[in-house]
């Protein structure tokens, strides 16, 4: 296939209405496009993920990766998600952030390598925005059982705050959710003293755990919170009050917090109450040393294109990262300005698309 201009590939990459896990052919057309490189198809269930790679010699294996699916465009836009439009310096699409402007540049950079020190790899799947359960942790297990995990990967998820290049992921929180339930017994509203009501025993702890730092934090990490999102008790009447309370808490921990430590958090307020704590982490924490080689050649390689000295960050949610992290993969993420995901008139600019391109160009370069 011939070589694409590069604003011309994004344009073809936002036309497929790629909503998860359907990838509507945009996958295939990443293999065609990189025609020179190796292809293995890793799919699972009904989420198709694609390995690129190509080994150039010995030295380190360098891995970009993301995906390929978008949220449903949902309500709002002034034109049809999936034909992108140009207006006022910004293309409009589902996914011009998030994060078809990161394949798109990762995608041209790689196609345009004549030489490299070891191999260079593309990852992707149509599995992100969904469960995440059958994308990228599904390729990195069949990477390590056949030893042939990345020693380095740039995940491309849109990481800028106000500028461009003003900041890049090295670790992101974990996510710990929960749902405690105490048991009362249930009564005429009447006669309190017949009943055990659990809002009133829960009001009593709700001061020491509510919106509570679970930890101080650090430089990079913000202090884990203990949020509640919701509580529930009673059958909507005001003569009978309830015999049990439900109340569901999210945690996003840095990596001084555990599960084990929000368990006995917890304990330590409920204790001496009939409760059921229920929890399940969905991400874990992960932080990769500033110090990496990864870290240094994206920092440099940002200071040169754009004037910028980029911050350190591990704000936001969780991402695919977190999964290459687990298996002991330097892992960073850098990508296009973050203020229009999953919101109607999704945008981005042409000028971000070719400075991530030239960047990761450096960034190739800089392991040669």
């Known amino acids: 296939m ?32 990189l025609d020179s490189f190796e292809v293995e198809w890793i799919n699972r269930v009904n989420v198709k993920n694609i390995f690129l790679h190509k080994r150039f ?3 380190p294996h360098l ?32 996914g011009a952030q998030d994060m078809k402007s990161g394949v798109c540049a990762f995608v041209q950079a790689c196609r345009d390598v004549n030489s490299f020190s070891g191999t260079l790899s593309i990852l992707l799947t149509s599995d992100e925005e969904g469960d995440a359960r059958h994308g990228t942790i599904e390729v990195l297990r069949y990477l390590k059982k056949r030893n042939s995990l990345p020693d380095y990967a740039i995940v491309a998820e849109p990481t800028c705050e106000e500028r461009f290049g003003d900041a890049i992921k090295i670790g992101r929180r974990g ?19 017949k009943a055990l009501n659990p809002i009133h025993k829960v009001a009593q702890v709700l001061p020491y755990i509510a919106g509570v730092d679970l930890d101080e934090g650090d430089e990079f990490f913000a202090p ?15 003569n009978v009050t309830p015999g049990k309370l439900r109340m569901m808490f999210n945690v996003r921990n840095n990596t001084k917090t555990t599960k084990a430590d929000i368990e006995a958090f917890v304990d330590r307020y409920f204790k001496d109450m009939n409760y059921i704590l229920t929890i399940s982490e ?13 870290v240094k050649a994206l920092t440099k390689a940002i200071k040169v294109e754009t004037g910028i000295d980029t911050k350190y960050s591990t704000a936001g949610g969780t991402s695919d990262a977190r999964f290459f992290a687990e298996f ?41």
């Open 2 to 33: 011939r070589r694409l201009e590069t604003m011309e590939l994004f344009i073809k990459l936002l036309s497929y209405p790629s909503i998860t896990p359907d990838d509507y052919g945009a996958l295939t057309f990443v293999r065609d496009y």
């Open 175 to 193: 996510s710990i959710n929960g749902i405690i339930e105490k048991i009362g017994r249930q009564g005429h509203a009447a006669y309190p003293e």
């Open 328 to 368: 002991g993969v330097d892992v960073v993420e850098f990508g296009v300005i973050n203020d229009t995901i999953h919101a109607p008139n999704e945008r981005t600019t042409p000028e971000e698309i070719e400075k991530l391109k030239y960047i990761f160009d450096r960034v190739i370069e800089s392991f040669k």
């Open 282 to 294: 969905s991400a874990h924490p992960f932080m990769t040393d500033k110090n990496s080689k990864i």
């Open 57 to 59: 010699g010995d030295g």
């Open 63 to 94: 891995c970009f990766a993301g995906h390929i699916d978008v949220v449903p465009p949902g309500e709002g836009w002034e034109s049809d998600p999936f034909v992108p439009r140009f207006e006022d310096g910004y293309i409009y699409a589902r």
């Open 224 to 238: 884990s919170k203990f949020v509640i999102t919701d509580i529930r008790a009673g059958m909507e009447v005001t």
